[in-house]
Nanobody
Framework: QVWLVESGGGLVQAGGSLRLSCAAL????????MGWFRQAPGKERELVAG????????YYAGFVKGRFTITRDNAKNTVYLQMNSLEIEDTAVYYC??????????????WGQGTQVTVFS
């Protein structure tokens, strides 16, 4: 199985930046999509961004508004989410996910534990 471990969350002022990282550990395989989800208190989990194996397909939720960039380094089995111009509404637990179907909008099969992002004014 694959274990996904997120890092890079924290407390950041509105307008600031964070870069989240997610490493895939264990028995990894090729040809899977990676995505970032988030869940705020009282809200449903939502897909933030996704990228196919070779990066040919990407997806960003409308609320990203050009502020975030998803990248991946397959040699390191790692996916990143660069988040700029953070807003208070971005406060959530962010999860990375892997999808064996290699479709950026899902399905996603394996999930990390999550990393908290808190944006303050």
């Amino acid at each position: 199985q694959v274990w996904l471990v997120e890092s890079g969350g924290g407390l950041v002022q509105a307008g600031g930046s964070l870069r989240l990282s997610c490493a895939a550990l264990g028995r990894t395989r090729d040809n899977y999509a990676m995505g970032w989800f988030r869940q705020a208190p009282g809200k449903e989990r939502e897909l933030v961004a996704g990228m196919s194996w070779r990066g040919g397909s990407t997806y960003y939720a409308g609320f990203v508004k050009g502020r975030f960039t998803i990248t991946r380094d397959n040699a390191k089995n790692t996916v990143y989410l660069q988040m700029n111009s953070l807003e208070i509404e971005d406060t959530a637990v962010y999860y990375c996910a892997a999808g064996l179907a290699n479709v950026v909008r899902g399905p996603y099969d394996d999930w990390g534990q999550g990393t908290q992002v808190t944006v303050f004014s």
